[in-house]
């Protein structure tokens, strides 16, 4: 008898622990809810359960005690995913003390309290990757983050989610004597060409290629280019122009890689190329003519309609802020993408579940659908509209940000 | 006599010829009446399935009751949106370079700098922008004068609505000054020029008082700013920070000037100061700005149109052509759309007021009777960023058609050859 009194009140002990972590249940009623993956649904309902999509559709009973979030005649649509977003670090993105580091990774660098990641969110976007800089020929391991949490680990969604290469000069432009300071050799030994660029891509490669053979990974750089060739890590290359974007798929088809091309401003020269090998594309910053002197001298070429065309030719294509915090919003850069000629719906899976396949985070996020995770934007109207504004983002579940 | 009259036949049939060939050559057609499905008149209320009944190259009428004359040429626009084409009030853009190294050079003006093939102005008239006010850059302190523009046409002489407007004052101190000494120069420039106008007077006074003729004239150099404190120019006063807001309304009210603001971002902390000096205001292209709010850490969205619209500050959209989205008028007044600011009052934003702020609502702005005939013809509503300017008329001649702008066509469709050769190896 005893024993029972004991076991009861443990259970109710234990019963008043678990019960309201239960009872979390969250209904978001919306005029159209755009889901990507499938056909819009008007006037439906969206459940949610401890921070994940349990139901969705039109008719779903709202359970007693779930708070309703009752978005009116407003526009709802999966949380944005910007595949190429500018860093929530403090201090430098680029190590300047090698140029080939792929052991690094942005993950040890990342500040919660980030103010871009306070303004990112505003403006519906819920997942991003960050990257370390472009200084690097081989810059490190880039993650998917979500804008919450108060220490780097909740907000990581994927670690080493892709290694960081810059074909473009970027990766050259270290190579000179700092302003008013003692010029040192440490300054001198980047590569200062293409050529050079290549062949240490190609050595760093043709290594780990050797290593792999024998087995024997004691260099935890050989490692992680090791892991890029088994297909464990994708690789994000940063090629602008037409020539380099060549460049990159001569290496890939060297040594096998898969490529993920970033930037990509003349892609829309070799989109039947880029389509033939299934070689997806995350686009942006977005110009209308080269805008600095730095990029004239470089002569890439501008065409407006580069992702109408890339998507047009069957090219994966996501559209991106390109680490430029003061750039345009990933949902603007939709908009103009359809002004200039994309299909609309391209360009909304273009910020949504396609930068989501593309960096391997799709099981978790990028369109609604039961199971994934509840990261919602709440729209006053039709996304691509200009006069159309961000109501609400939530993020797990959580309302993070709502207008006044 | 047989020969001669031949001559003349032919000479008559030549001239007839070469008149004929003229008038095809400029087909400027007197009477012309726009049939629109839609009429942004901006004067008043919008008019579907309207006509504008143009003449000479100004508009007669307007509206849905309009008879069109039986010789108007009629201009089938069902499925247009017709308004008034942009006026942007203030840019420094189409300039080789736009600031002078010198910081008190008021007598230099644009009209000598403007460049006629500057992209800036073909994207103007692409982007429906039809008037600008082209003033010096923002680093220097006397500036220099401004020149209004219709981004049409190959020589400035043939681009010119009027010269010699608006003079743009900075008070951003230039580099490696402070806006201490920025301040001082302004004054010691201003009491050098008043004791020259002083000395100026006693001398005409003398020679009148000796009945002698004075024939001396006002330093070519110092004239545009008498012509400032004669109100014959407006001063265009660039205020960089919100501090120096209350210097501009200092020197307005001390030298009696027509002021127009032109402000940078920083300067909507100064809107009390500014709503209640009532001076028109030229916001910048940057329409919000993020702020850390110390009491909660939040990073905030301050959008600026509507906090000057809500303080009941008239005022006119920058634009910057290097910037998605900021690069268009008609953004900018979406922009101001989106967070609340009314309809119509930001539709004003980039025609009507930006003309009046630099003094040619006479003839621009709106569709009303009596003033140009420079629409711009949309594929849709202009706030909407599916919409395209078509067609661009120009006082009554029509200057720009999209199906016939081949760089747009060539920055939007995709290259000849998609398909390069492979590699062969």
Redesign the interface.
């Given at each position: 008898m005893r024993n029972c009194i004991i076991l009861l009140t443990f259970l109710l002990f234990v019963l008043a622990f678990v019960a309201p972590g239960r009872a979390e249940i969250i209904a978001v009623k919306a005029g159209r809810i755009l889901t990507i993956s499938g056909e819009p649904v008007e006037n439906g309902v969206i459940l949610i359960e401890d921070g994940k999509i349990a139901e969705i559709g039109v008719g779903i009973e709202i359970p007693e005690g779930a708070a309703v979030i009752d978005a009116g005649k407003s526009v709802v649509m999966p949380g944005l995913v910007d595949a190429s977003a500018a860093a929530p670090v403090r201090g430098d993105l680029n190590e300047q003390s090698n140029e080939i580091t792929p052991t690094l990774r942005i993950s040890d660098a990342l500040d919660p309290q980030s103010?871009a990641l306070?303004?990112i969110v505003?403006t519906g976007v819920t997942t991003l990757f960050v990257s370390p800089g472009r200084r690097n020929v081989i810059g490190g391991l880039g993650v998917v983050v979500k804008p919450t949490g108060k220490i780097p680990q909740q907000m990581i969604l994927k670690d080493e989610a892709a290694l960081r290469v810059v074909m473009d000069l970027d990766s050259t432009q270290g190579n000179r004597i700092p302003r008013y300071q003692v010029p040192t050799d440490f300054y001198y030994r980047r590569p200062g060409t293409r050529m050079a660029i290549i062949w240490m891509l190609r050595k760093s490669f043709f290594d780990a290629q050797q290593q792999k053979d024998s087995e024997q990974t004691e260099d935890p750089n050989l490692a992680v280019l090791s892991a890029v060739l088994k297909d464990e890590i994708p690789i994000h290359v940063n090629a602008r122009r037409?020539i380099v974007i060549?460049a990159a798929l001569?290496v890939a088809d060297e040594y096998g890689l898969k490529l993920i091309l970033q930037e990509c401003t003349e892609g829309?020269?070799?989109?039947?190329?880029l389509a033939e090998r299934k070689i997806p594309v995350v686009l942006g910053p977005?110009?209308?003519?080269p805008?600095s002197m730095g990029q004239y001298r470089e002569g890439r070429k501008?065409?407006?309609?580069n992702a109408g065309?890339l998507s047009k030719?069957g090219v994966k294509v996501a559209l991106a802020s390109g680490e430029q915090a003061g750039?345009?919003d990933i949902l603007?850069?939709a908009?103009?993408a359809?002004?200039?000629?994309m299909d609309r719906d391209e360009a909304l899976k273009a910020i949504t579940i396609t930068p989501a396949e593309i960096l391997g985070v799709a099981d978790r996020v990028g369109s609604l659908e039961k199971g994934k995770d509840a990261d919602i934007v709440v729209l006053s109207g039709d996304p691509?509209?200009?006069?159309?504004?961000v109501e609400k983002v939530i993020l797990n579940g959580k309302t993070v940000y709502k207008i006044d | 006599m047989k020969s001669r009259s031949h001559i003349t036949f032919i000479s008559i049939l030549l001239t007839a010829c070469v008149l004929n060939a003229l008038a095809h050559a400029a087909p400027v057609r007197r009477k012309l009446a726009v049939k629109a499905g839609r009429i942004i008149t901006i004067a008043g209320k919008d008019v579907k399935n309207g006509v504008i009944l143009i003449k000479d190259g100004v508009i007669k009428a307007v509206g849905k009751e309009v008879e069109i004359p039986w010789d108007a040429f009629v201009i089938e626009a069902k499925d247009r949106v017709v308004m008034p084409g942009f006026v942007l009030a203030h840019t420094s853009s189409g300039l080789d370079r736009a600031n002078e190294n010198m910081p008190e050079v008021p007598f230099i003006s644009t009209f000598d700098s403007i460049d006629p093939i500057s992209?800036f102005f073909e994207?103007s008239l692409r982007d429906g922008v039809v008037t600008m006010l082209v003033l010096p850059g923002n680093n220097t302190l006397l500036g220099g004068t401004g020149t209004i523009v219709k981004p049409y046409g190959r020589t400035v002489e043939a681009m010119l609505i009027k010269r010699y407007t608006g003079l743009k004052i900075s008070l951003r101190p230039s580099q490696n000054t402070s806006r201490m000494g920025h301040m001082q120069r302004f004054r010691r420039y201003m009491s050098d020029l008043k004791d020259y106008l002083e000395d100026y007077e006693q001398k005409k006074a003398d020679a009148e008082e000796e009945k002698k003729p004075f024939d001396e004239e006002i330093d070519v150099t110092k004239q545009p700013m008498v012509d400032l404190l004669n109100k014959r120019l407006t001063a265009f006063v660039y205020c960089d920070r919100a501090a120096d807001v209350s210097k501009a309304i200092e020197i307005k009210n001390t030298h009696k000037l027509d002021t127009v603001l032109v402000l940078g971002p920083d300067c909507y902390k100064a809107v009390g100061l500014i709503a209640r000096s009532k001076l028109p205001v030229i916001l910048d292209s940057q329409l919000v700005v993020?702020e850390?709010n110390e009491q909660t850490n939040?990073?905030e969205?301050k959008i600026i149109p509507m906090i000057f619209h809500k303080a009941g500050v008239k005022f006119a959209f920058q634009i910057d052509?290097?910037?998605?989205?900021r690069?268009y008028l008609w953004?900018q007044a979406?922009?101001a759309?989106?967070?609340g600011m009314k309809r119509q009052e930001a539709l004003k934003s980039i025609t009507l007021y930006p003309a009046q702020f630099i003094g040619v609502d006479d003839r621009l702005g709106s569709i009303e009777a009596g003033k140009e005939a420079t629409l711009i013809f949309l594929t849709g509503d202009p706030?909407?960023?599916?919409s395209w300017v078509d067609q661009v008329m120009v006082a009554g001649e029509i200057v720009y058609e999209r199906a016939k702008d081949e760089r747009l066509k060539k920055?939007?469709?995709?290259?000849l050859i998609?398909?390069?050769p492979?590699?062969t190896d």
């Open positions: 103010k306070k303004r505003q037409a060549r001569k829309y020269k070799v989109a039947g190329q977005f110009y209308y003519y805008g501008v065409n407006w309609n065309i030719a750039a345009i603007t850069a908009i103009f359809v002004r200039h000629g691509l509209n200009v006069t159309t504004r | 992209t994207d993020w850390t939040e990073e969205m052509t290097s910037q998605y989205g690069r953004y979406a922009t759309v989106k967070y706030l909407d960023a599916q920055l939007l469709e995709p290259p998609m398909q390069e492979k590699d």
